[in-house]
């Protein structure tokens, strides 16, 4: 609910940082941790098993239609915010890249358990 609130406040409500493309970073890194979030919270007791497609696509919906929803709100409330198709690229990339996490832990559990 707070990333909600924060992601509709009025720029000038936030606390000014200059460094090139910050926002496009932070994008990222919360939607990367969101579906990785989602996806675990999603599959249930078996943290380690094999991956899971159903809860893995579920959770990229949810985050893609949640950022979707963001942007559209920040395109058409006209607080100082505007939807920008970058950052929806950004949201994506981190939805993505989270995926590929979740492949990679697995692979390495896999790994572990067949050397033990």
């Given at each position: 609910m707070t990333v909600t609130v924060l992601s509709l406040a009025p720029p000038s409500t936030l606390p000014s940082v200059s460094y090139p493309h910050l926002d496009k970073i932070v994008h990222f890194i919360f939607y990367y941790?969101?579906?990785?979030?989602?996806?675990?919270?999603?599959?249930?007791?078996?943290?380690?098993?094999?991956?899971?497609?159903?809860?893995?696509?579920?959770?990229?919906?949810?985050?893609?239609?949640?950022?979707?929803?963001?942007?559209?709100?920040?395109?058409?409330?006209?607080?100082?915010?505007?939807?920008?198709?970058?950052?929806?690229?950004?949201?994506?990339?981190g939805m993505i890249c989270g995926i590929f996490t979740v492949i990679l832990v697995n692979a390495i559990n896999k790994t572990i358990k067949r050397v033990n």
């Open positions: 941790i969101f579906l990785i979030l989602w996806y675990y919270a999603l599959r249930g007791e078996d943290t380690f098993g094999p991956v899971k497609k159903k809860p893995l696509l579920i959770a990229f919906f949810m985050a893609f239609v949640y950022g979707t929803i963001v942007e559209v709100l920040q395109y058409t409330m006209g607080k100082g915010r505007s939807g920008d198709i970058l950052d929806a690229l950004a949201n994506t990339t």
